[in-house]
């Protein structure tokens, strides 16, 4: 009688002693990572750029997934498992019963490249794939409150100041209604014509019965470095038990509020945030309040990281393009970025020096990101947005045809509210980049990081000299000696 080992020994055997030989040295390497790269290097896909460009284009969908969830080791390993014998061979020419043989060996390396090919795609939340999105709850919390008289209402009132700001304002005012389980009304007309959010009768204002403002600055707002005993004072996030609140402010106060402990049992329940992240914070919380430690200046990071996170879960669920903007958007991703490995660069001229060399800094931040990325055989654009004209003609005069900009007419739209189509396409299409450089303490570059669920790379004020650092909550990107993101 033959076993299954016998039939996997013959299997083998068919294959080109050059590939068993090859396969068999991957398989020795210890370090996972050595592995991957190895694996991708050798067993290629055979489809060729007009099949690729031939496939489904998902990558300006949102999904509901988290990848580090869906492809996890273990499923993979489970997966390769169960593999049917008789399958023939997929396109990079590995049998079945290879995969299958090797499931453990090939799970790892695997998971990976499942997660590293989601690269450019926004994942809105953190939900393993088929699973009912609890921010669905507050969908209907808002449309009952709004249909029975907005008994609870969180009013988003007008600000002044650019894009990115406003977007701060909308997202504190929607923390702020989803942690009171109130409705919310945002007052933003001109925004109007590009979103189509899920929230009922989201720009209808109510009237509003002795409404209570919420404060929004304290020591840390705008600051670089943000202290944790003023982060952690649970006083300066308390939101008044009111059944009419206001807020306008252009400030990112949703990272403040999110740090405080006793809104994470309802930020987890709505998914709004990982659980390990949870974990993490309230493990520096507990060593701060009940054993009186200190915590270091980098501890911050385990705070701001939830706001981060809530940022991105909001945005994606709550701040949908219509249908006519996000179409014309997709079109232009299809025709410039798909089949592209592509550096979004952002610049804000205003907070750098006017000269060349702070340019030449941006230059050399995305050769470093473009040598150093996984695909080394994937074609490579650099997509550019800017309030300066100027920037656009250095860029194309040094790269050419490498430079992807948009269209439309630039400018900051607090003064021209033309100018509003071009600012959302351009921040939409920052998002979609693989990765993103931003000018340091510019807002609007960070709110497309946010929008993309991953933290860019920095040119600053401060050390404009110095390319690719990469943004971490400890030190925030800077436009002078203090002024920050947030």
Known sequence: MINSKDIDQMILGRLRMKDQM??????????????????????????NEEADNNLPNYTSQTFNIDPKLAFEKTKIERLLNNLKMELSCGLDRIMASVLKRFAKEFSFPLSKIFIRSLGGRRIAG??????????????????SIRRNGSQRIVSCQKIRPGYANKMYNVLSALTIAILTDSSIS???????????????????????????????????????????????????TNIPNQSHLIFKSNTAFFFDLTSNPKYYTK??????VKQETIQKALTKYNLYKEQNRTLEQEDVEDFLSIGF?????LINKFWL??????????DYYVRHFQSNYVIGIQIRYQFLKKNETNLDTFFQCAEQIENGRFDKNSSVKWFVTSDANYVFK???????????????????????QQAYFRTILDNELLARSNEIIITGGSTYGFMASIRKGQLPYYIDGIHGNIPCRKMIFSS??????????F
């Open 267 to 272: 930020l987890l329940d709505y998914k709004l």
């Open 394 to 416: 250095k860029f194309k005069q040094v790269y050419g045809e490498k430079i992807i900009e948009g269209v439309g007419k630039l400018g900051h739209v607090l003064y021209n």
């Open 321 to 330: 393009l219509n249908s006519t903007f996000e179409k014309y958007v997709n």
């Open 476 to 485: 925030l990107p800077r436009a002078n000696s203090r002024t920050a993101l």
């Open 126 to 143: 953190f939900l393993e794939a088929n699973k009912k999105d609890p921010l669905d709850n507050y969908v209907k919390l808002h449309e």
């Open 22 to 47: 090859i396969l068999g040295r991957i398989m020795s390497i210890d370090q996972p990572t050595t592995k991957l790269d190895k694996l991708t290097s050798v067993f290629k896909s055979e489809t």
């Open 186 to 236: 945002i007052q933003w007309p001109e925004i109007e014509q590009f979103i189509n959010s899920p929230l009922l009768n989201i720009f209808n204002q109510t009237k509003l019965n002795n409404p209570k403002s919420i404060a929004a600055y304290n020591s840390n707002t705008w600051n670089y470095k943000k202290g944790l005993n003023v982060l952690l004072d649970e006083t300066k």
């Open 309 to 313: 996170q809530v940022g991105h879960r």
